[in-house]
């Protein structure tokens, strides 16, 4: 719901997309299209995809019409030469790209792609593949990882937000890591304790974090926002070179 709420996540990510530079295209990995093997949107025109159910007709009837970019689809599998990439010619964007993007980006106008994520890869193969993608920030295209740091929908309690005490010891763990520029610290989250199993009881949600961390340059510090924990979610997002 936090992709049509007026909260104060929303307000975020529109502060957000007014703060950076205009990127010239984006791609996006999102927890929601995990495939084996790597494969990328290359479609002109994504459709608008509703993957999930339960919630409002209002939150259904959102379309997000930005286009799609097949050059950048192809430029993404060249600069990950050392796999094969798949281009996937009919997927569409679903609501891990969508959610984000449409309060950043409200006019839609500017291409998007999304890579997928690879179901059968450890975290530190993300991070080495995510590496290959550094020319990208060169060349005006926006990165952007949608997950969560802490991401337990089966202990989440609808009517009672307060969270969970392993839920914000990992949070924060996973804050003081990313400020340290610790990142290989950050790539077997399934050996830092009982926590970690707690918040990321599945690795989708936490794998599109270290997209991004890959991409960070030397001297460059990483920034917060959204710092809160609901329940077994955390919200903490964090920009990187900007």
Partial sequence: MNAIEDNAYRRSWQALGKRLPRPKAI?????????????VTATEKPETIHDFYGFPKTLFDVRYRAPGSPALAHRVAELLAGVRVHLDAGRGLD???WSVLEPMYPEADI????????????????????????????EGVLVVGSGNIVHNLRLFRFNDPTPYDWALRFDEEIAERIEQDHHEGLLGYETLGPDALLSIPTPEHYLPLLYILALQRKGERASFFNEEVTGSISMRSVVIGA
């Fill in 111 to 138: 291409p998007i792609v999304q890579l997928s994520l690879s179901i059968l890869q450890p975290g530190a193969w993300h991070y080495d593949l995510a590496k290959a993608l550094a020319p990208l920030r060169d």
């Fill in 27 to 39: 791609l996006c990995v999102s927890a929601h299209w995990e495939t084996r093997g790597v494969y």
């Fill in 95 to 97: 609501h891990g790209v």
